[in-house]
């Protein structure tokens, strides 16, 4: 008989994950009428237009988990929670090869710039961007078109992409 | 200061550069009616401003922030045509003496369009005809109110609007580049500012207008008409006035242009956001319903011809307009159309 040793400070992480996991393959399995395939939610991972699955995201917190997942093995970047605290209103965040950060405009007090730049210029610029804020809340944009390595686009300062964006423990999906 | 509105000429209608704000942002972009849509043109923007590929910083920098915004009060759709007018926005905004300005309390209206190359050469444009008749109406007030406007063009289109003989009140300057228009805006110290005399009898100005307008409408059509019929495929082309990819909101009109390639009796339906569709034409404000004839541009809504117009409301979000032609009149089923009629889609997004 092998014997395991379980780490004991990993123990809740496994058993979240457990509860993730077992909270999915429920909702897949399910044979209720709104039981989403795994395949369907991939779709709309990779840009698919999918009203269903949008509405679940926004309301289904175990839909919204997998979607992080599958989202974090499909992201061209990603940008954890950051570790410091910043006085800035909107702190620059640094992943690996981007940077997303928001610009006050001058023109429109209640606006603001909202700059993704890729260091290398040679890599696909992101089409969207989705953040994953505390409390589970989330966002995701469609971004236009970006040129010579920045994707830039206004925002409301009020809407919840900029109040996500303001807290540094968002986590940032660029896809 | 001398308060001086800047319409760049559209086929939707003229859109006024309501304000330029230089930005600390990396991109120049152009934004509507001073919300956070940002126009697709923004890229072509950016490139006409930045040092390198475009014009105007060149011009009139250095500049200490990096880009600018431009707020319009229209969309401005696809092509170059705004290049000019935005030339002589930014010659405005980096003036001493002039101002931009709205309509209402502009001293001087000046209407633009063509291309601006990199030497400053200015370039003609298309659709003279349809940007004029989209003007005509907003123009004629401001010619009973006696504000002097100006239509600025390329050579060639100058001489086209020439040719049509533009009422009283609006003046028609040829320009070779863009030194000819700072004449015209009266940048330029040696050269006396070009400003048209105020004439008192407004309203048969507006009504010459008006007429002006019309012959110009009435040539476009003349020349479609003149054309050779040939034999060519039935095919079917949906547009807007705001171009092929619009962004309409709550409360604008839906002005909805079909062209069809062989003579042809149309259908149209409208699909919401929710799935909804409904038939946009024929409909019960339709009292006769005939086929459409060829090389011709069909004001389906909203013309001044037009039987009926579309009015946006709630659902917001992406929706369409899809269009069928067959050579015979039949009844089409939009869930299940047949396979042997031509059909064209004009999608849009709907926003509150």
New interface residues.
């Given amino acids: 008989m092998n014997k395991y040793v379980i780490d004991l400070a990993l123990k809740e992480v496994a058993q979240a994950h457990f509860v993730d996991q077992d909270n999915a393959r429920s909702l897949m399995n399910s044979h209720a009428e709104g039981s989403l395939a795994a395949s369907r939610i991939y779709r709309y991972v990779m840009g698919g237009q999918d009203d269903t699955v949008a509405k679940a995201v926004r309301e289904n917190l175990s839909v919204r988990r997998i979607y992080r997942e599958l989202l974090a093995k499909t992201s061209a970047f990603y940008i954890p929670e950051a570790l410091a605290a910043s006085t800035e209103e909107y702190p620059e965040r640094h992943g690996e090869g981007c940077l997303v950060r928001l610009?006050d405009?001058?023109?429109?007090a209640d606006?603001v710039?909202l700059?993704i730049?890729v260091k290398d210029q040679r890599r696909d610029l992101p089409k969207s961007l989705t953040l994953f804020g505390v409390e589970d809340k989330m966002v995701s944009l469609d971004l236009?078109?970006g040129?010579n390595g920045?994707v830039?686009?206004?925002?409301?300062r009020s809407s919840l992409a900029a109040v996500l964006l303001a807290d540094p423990k968002t986590e940032i999906f660029l896809r | 200061m001398r308060r001086i509105a800047i319409l760049i000429a559209t086929t939707g209608g003229p859109v006024l550069v309501d304000r330029i704000t230089p930005e600390p942002a990396p991109q120049s972009m152009v934004c509507l009616r001073r919300q956070s849509d940002v126009l697709p043109i923004s890229a072509d923007y950016d490139d006409f401003v930045r040092p390198g590929s475009g014009v105007i910083m060149r011009e009139f920098g250095p500049y200490e922030e990096g880009a600018f915004r431009l707020d319009v009060s229209d969309v401005i759709g696809t092509g170059l045509s705004w290049q000019l007018g935005v030339f002589a926005a930014h010659a405005i905004f980096e003036s001493d003496e002039h101002v931009l300005s709205d309509l209402e309390t502009a001293d001087q209206i000046i209407w633009l369009t063509g291309t601006v190359d990199y030497d400053l050469n200015v370039g003609d444009v298309d659709h003279m005809a349809e940007k004029v008749e989209s003007s005509a109406l907003m123009l004629s007030e401001y010619i009973t109110k006696g504000t002097p406007i100006i239509f600025a063009a390329g050579q060639e289109n100058a001489k086209f609007l020439e040719d049509h003989q533009p009422p009283q009140g609006i003046t028609v300057v040829s320009l070779e580049n863009t030194n000819d228009l700072l004449k015209v805006l009266g940048l330029v110290k040696e050269v006396p500012a070009q400003a048209p005399s105020r004439n008192t009898s407004f309203w048969p100005m507006a009504v010459l207008a008006l007429l002006a307008v019309g012959a110009v409408f009435a040539y476009s059509q003349q020349e479609t008409v003149s054309e050779k019929t040939e034999e060519v495929a039935l095919e079917i082309d949906v547009t807007s006035d705001r171009g092929e990819n619009p962004i309409f909101f709550y409360g604008d009109y839906l002005n909805l242009w079909v062209e069809v390639t062989q003579e042809a009796w149309v259908s149209c339906f409208y699909k919401q956001v929710d799935g909804t569709i409904f038939q946009l034409y024929p409909n019960d404000k339709v009292v006769e319903v005939q086929s459409f004839s060829p090389k011709h541009k069909h004001v389906l809504s909203g013309g001044n011809n037009a039987t009926f117009a579309i009015q946006f409301g709630p659902p917001a979000g992406k929706e369409e307009v899809r269009c069928y032609a067959s050579p015979n009149q039949i009844d089409i089923d939009p869930e299940n159309p047949p396979h042997d009629v031509a059909v064209d889609v004009l999608r849009f997004d709907l926003k509150p």
Avoid: L
Wanted: zero cysteines; charged letters at 20%; hydrophobic letters at 35%.
């Fill in positions: 610009q405009s001058r023109a429109q606006q710039y700059i730049e236009p078109a040129r920045v830039q686009t206004i925002i409301d």
